[in-house]
C-alpha cells in the first residue's frame, strides 16, 4: 500500500480513538522518518496505557539530550513494565545516580526483566557483592542472557586472578623480599585489565590494599603503584601524589618522572621541568623524563635545549630517508619530535612574532601598575610567545573568567595539560554565556568518551549560538538517533553560522521530504562555499520547483566539476542530463 494512503487512513483511525490506531499511526510516522510528528501519537498511546509506547518516547527523547523528559517518560510505566524500569535505571546510572540505578533494575527484575537482572548483579559486583551477584548472574545466564554469561565468567576470572595475586604477596611478605612483592602485583597494571577496574571499582580498592601491603614490605615501587589507583578518585590526588613524594624519598628515580607528568597534566609547568630534571638526575637518567623536557621545551619554542633533551635520550641520529632507521615505537615518537624542531625552525610562522616581543616591556610595565585588564594583555603577549608558565602566572593573577578560559586553553591546547582537568578554567566563561567556552566543554568530554555530557554543554552552546556545536548536534540525530527532522533544525541553525557542511545537510534533508523552496537558499550557500555535492542536490531542488532548465545546467556544473558525480548518483544523475558527456 502507498505510505501516504496508509498514512491518511491510520491518522483517521487515531482521530476516531480507535483501540491500537495510536500506536500504528505513530510507529508508521517514525518509520517515515517523520518523528516530530509521531511523537504526540507516541504520548496518546502512552497516557492510555501503552508501556512501549512510553519506552519508545523516553528513547527519543534521550537520542535527542531531553533527559528530563526521556525520565519523565520512563517513569510513567517503570512501576509495571520491565523495559522501562531498565530505561530508566540505564539513564540513571549514566548521569551517576548509581544508588538509584541498582532500585530501579532491582524492580524491573522483579517484573522479570532479565536484562535489569544482569545489570543490576554487575552494579553489586562493582561494589564489591560478589556472591550475590554471582547468583543473580546465572539465574540470567540461566534465562538465555549471553551478557550474563559472559559476565558472570569475567567476575569468577577476576576473582581467581585475586586469589593468586593475595597469594603470591603473602610469599614475598613471608620472605621480607619487597622486589618479588612488586612484581607478584605486575599484572594488575596490564593495560588489558583497564576495562576491569574501570568496570567494578571495588577492583580499584582491592588492588590499593595489595600495593599497600607490597609497600609495607619496604618497596618503593609499590608505592607509586598504589598512588596510580588512588588517582583514579580525584577527590585523593593529594593523597596520591605524597604516596610518589614518599617513594621518591626512598630513592626510586621513577616517582619523579610520574609526578612529572602529573604536574604536566595539572598545567602545572614549573613544577613539572622540575620534576622531570629531578628524574634525569637519577642514576643513569630517566629517558622518558628526557622526552617529556624535549617537548615541553618545544611547545615553549627553546629548541636548542629541546634538541638537547631529546638527544639525551639516547637517539644520536635522525635519517632522513623514510623507515631507514631502526627505532621501535617509542624511538619513533622522540626522532618526530626532532623532526618537529626542524619543521618550526623552518617556518617563521610557527616562530614567536618578532612584533610581540618588542611590545612585551611596555605591557609588563602596565601590568606592574594596572589591573586584571593590563594583567590579561600582559599574559595574551607571554602566550603568544610561547612562554607558557609565566603566561599562566598572569593569567591567574588576572583571575577573569575571561583570563580563566585563556588560561585553560593554553594549557590543554599548547601545554600537555589534560583537557578534563582544565574544564574549570573554562566554566567561569561558559557560565557567563561565553558559547565558545561551552562548545570547548563539550568538546572535552566528546573526546574523553562521555558522550552525555557532551551532549549537554553542546546543546548549551548551541543555544547561545555556536555553529559547530549545532552542527554536532545534528549529526548525532541523524547517525546515532535516526531523527532527521531533529538533526535538520540543528543543520538549519548551524547553517546561520555561516557554516557550509550543515548548510548542505539541511538543504539535502529538506530535498528528500520535498520541502524544495527552503532548500534552494541554503544549497545555494552550499554552492558557493563549493561543496562537492551541494550541485546536484541544488538541481533536484529546482527540478522540484519545476524549473528544469535551471536544473539542467546545475547537474552540468556537478558533473564538470566533480567528475565522480555520476558514479555516486548513478542512474538518478545520468537520466537527469541530457547529455552527460
Known amino acids: 500500500m502507498d505510505p501516504e494512503a496508509e498514512a491518511a487512513r491510520l491518522r483517521a483511525a487515531a482521530a476516531a480513538g480507535k483501540p491500537g490506531a495510536y500506536r500504528a499511526y505513530a510507529e508508521l510516522l517514525t518509520g517515515l522518518g517523520r518523528l516530530d510528528e509521531a511523537l504526540p501519537w507516541w504520548a496518546r498511546a502512552a497516557d492510555a496505557g501503552d508501556a512501549d509506547a512510553s519506552r519508545t518516547l523516553a528513547i527519543c527523547h534521550k537520542d535527542r539530550g531531553e533527559f528530563a523528559d526521556a525520565e519523565r517518560w520512563y517513569r510513567t510505566a517503570a512501576d509495571r513494565d520491565g523495559g522501562c524500569a531498565f530505561g530508566l535505571a540505564r539513564l540513571l546510572q549514566e548521569a551517576g545516580d548509581t544508588a538509584g540505578a541498582e532500585r530501579w533494575y532491582e524492580h524491573g527484575a522483579a517484573l522479570g526483566s532479565v536484562e535489569c537482572k544482569t545489570n543490576g548483579a554487575v552494579l553489586l559486583a562493582a561494589r564489591g557483592v560478589w556472591d550475590t551477584a554471582l547468583e543473580r548472574l546465572a539465574e540470567a ?346 538533526a535538520e533544525r540543528w543543520y538549519v541553525r548551524a547553517a546561520r553560522s555561516g557554516l557550509v557542511p550543515p548548510a548542505f545537510l539541511a538543504g539535502r534533508s529538506m530535498v528528500r521530504r520535498g520541502a524544495c523552496a527552503e532548500a534552494e537558499p541554503l544549497l545555494r550557500v552550499a554552492c558557493e562555499g563549493e561543496h562537492e555535492e551541494a550541485p546536484y542536490w541544488l538541481a533536484e531542488a529546482l527540478r522540484g520547483l519545476g524549473r528544469a532548465e535551471e536544473a539542467e545546467r546545475w547537474l552540468q556544473v556537478a558533473a564538470e566539476a566533480y567528475p565522480d558525480l555520476l558514479h555516486q548518483y548513478g542512474e538518478m544523475a545520468r537520466l537527469a542530463l541530457r547529455d552527460p558527456g
Open 141 to 486: 545466564s540461566a534465562e538465555g542472557d549471553d551478557v550474563a554469561a559472559h559476565s558472570r565468567r569475567a567476575i569468577q576470572n577476576m576473582l581467581r586472578d585475586l586469589d593468586g595475586w593475595r597469594a603470591a604477596l603473602a610469599r614475598a611478605e613471608a620472605e621480607g623480599d619487597p622486589e618479588e612483592a612488586y612484581e607478584a602485583l605486575r599484572e594488575l597494571l596490564d593495560p588489558e585489565r583497564k576495562a576491569m577496574f574501570e568496570r567494578y571499582p571495588r577492583m580499584v580498592a582491592e588492588a590499593e590494599a595489595l600495593y599497600a601491603r607490597a609497600a609495607a614490605v619496604g618497596g618503593a615501587k609499590a608505592l607509586v603503584d598504589q598512588a596510580l589507583f588512588i588517582a583514579r578518585d580525584d577527590g585523593r590526588w593529594a593523597e596520591a601524589r605524597a604516596l610518589v613524594e614518599r617513594a621518591h624519598e626512598r630513592g626510586y628515580d621513577g616517582a619523579a618522572y610520574v609526578l612529572g607528568v602529573w604536574a604536566e597534566e595539572n598545567g602545572e609547568l614549573r613544577t613539572a621541568e622540575e620534576w622531570y630534571r629531578t628524574a634525569d638526575a637519577a642514576d643513569g637518567g630517566h629517558m622518558w623524563a628526557c622526552f617529556n623536557l624535549g617537548v615541553l621545551c618545544v611547545r615553549q619554542r627553546r629548541l636548542e635545549e629541546a634538541e638537547r633533551w631529546l638527544r639525551a635520550t639516547g637517539v644520536d641520529r635522525v635519517d632522513e630517508e623514510e623507515g631507514a632507521h631502526p627505532f621501535d615505537e617509542g624511538e619513533e615518537r622522540i626522532v618526530a619530535a626532532l623532526r618537529d624542531i626542524a619543521a618550526i625552525r623552518a617556518d617563521p610562522e610557527r616562530m614567536p612574532p618578532a612584533e610581540w616581543e618588542e611590545r612585551l616591556p611596555g605591557l609588563r610595565a602596565r601590568a606592574e601598575e594596572g589591573g586584571p585588564d593590563a594583567w590579561f594583555a600582559y599574559a595574551d603577549a607571554l602566550d603568544r610567545l610561547h612562554r607558557l608558565p609565566e603566561a599562566a602566572e598572569w593569567y591567574r593573577k588576572a583571575g577573569t573568567p575571561r583570563a580563566l578560559l585563556a588560561l585553560g586553553r593554553m594549557l590543554y591546547e599548547g601545554g600537555g595539560a589534560k583537557g578534563l582537568r582544565m574544564v574549570p578554567y573554562y566554566e567561569p566563561a561558559a557560565a557567563e554565556g561565553d558559547a565558545g567556552a561551552a562548545y570547548d566543554i563539550g568538546r572535552i568530554h566528546d573526546e574523553a568518551g562521555d558522550r552525555r555530557t557532551a551532549q549537554i554543554w553542546f546543546r548549551r552552546a548551541a543555544d547561545l549560538g555556536h555553529g559547530r556545536a549545532a552542527w554536532w548536534l545534528g549529526w548525532t540525530s541523524e547517525e546515532r538517533g535516526g531523527d532527521p527532522q531533529h
